[in-house]
């Protein structure tokens, strides 16, 4: 699923492309995905400007002139193209918004993802139920410690709770947690001061890393796009499960966490 990387490199990408860009249709192939009736949804967006793109933990919001949002989660498998019909076959995408250009928002692989309009209060109030994005300012050190000082369980459900802090999933989280040199399956309050400044300082080196390098997704966002998915290859455990470790050659170890995979080099980072 897309997190923090992925999406803050979409809304950059987005913002530039969208921004001020009028819609003349929208297609919708899978109703499921939307909220509206299709015709209503499609009523609604017509020749409607896209002001600006904003990100809010793993959701995107497309800021519409007439002040409602297109509210987009993306959840497992959901991706994006942007460029002209010529290139992409509609049928393969759920929702496919047109803009007075010639080019077209693609949304694709929307099975648990969806695309809602909503009213700008709504929005506000969907959002309100997440936790501090990572790179808010008022997010210090001071702050995180603070926020982990009231937290129980483990430190990778901590670090995946959307309402505790908004935006890091099932592989950021090892990879912050092998970047602090922390077993994921550590117990929170059981963190030294030591161990909280550790993760403060990883989980904004690896997530501006993986963000610069354009995240994980497959599939390149525009017919030029070699950016897209350029963080891929270089997450250090996820998903590497039997593979030595690149610091310490151990083998990283793949177990399950509250039904979630968890990926760790026992050596690097201790035990839970
Ligand atoms: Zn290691």
């Not at 918004?97 to 928002?105: A, C, Q």
Request: hydrophobic share 35%.
């Amino acid at each position: 699923m897309p997190e923090w990387p992925e999406m803050e490199h979409y809304r950059t990408q987005l913002s530039s492309l969208l921004g001020g860009k009028r819609i003349t249709g929208v297609v919708v192939n899978r109703e499921g995905s939307i909220n509206e009736p299709p015709e209503a949804f499609a009523n609604a967006l017509a020749n409607r400007t896209i002001l600006f793109v904003e990100r809010r933990g793993k959701h995107l919001l497309f800021h519409l002139d007439d002040g409602n949002r297109l509210l987009l989660h993306l959840m497992l498998g959901g991706w994006l193209y942007y460029g002209t019909e010529a290139k992409k076959e509609d049928s393969r995408f759920q929702v496919i918004i047109r803009l007075f250009d010639g080019n077209s928002l693609y949304f694709g692989g929307l099975r648990l993802g969806y695309l809602h309009l909503v009213s700008a209060k709504s929005a506000l109030e969907q959002m309100k139920q997440l936790g501090p994005e990572p790179f808010d300012q008022r997010l210090t050190l001071e702050a995180f410690r603070k926020l982990f000082s009231g937290k129980r369980g483990r430190l990778k459900t901590a670090l995946t709770d959307q309402k505790f802090i908004a935006g890091i999933g099932n592989c950021y989280s090892d990879e912050i947690c092998f970047e602090a040199k922390l077993h994921p399956a550590r117990s929170v309050p059981d963190l030294d001061a030591a161990a909280i400044e550790r993760l403060y300082a990883a989980m904004r080196k690896v997530l501006i890393e993986a963000k610069e390098a354009g995240g994980y997704m497959e599939h390149p966002l525009t017919e030029n796009d070699n950016v897209t998915g350029g963080y891929n290859s270089r997450c250090l455990v996820y998903d590497r499960g039997g593979e030595p470790c690149i610091v310490c050659g151990h083998e990283i170890q793949h177990e399950t966490l509250s039904s979630r995979k968890m990926f760790y080099c026992p050596q690097c980072q201790g035990t839970a």
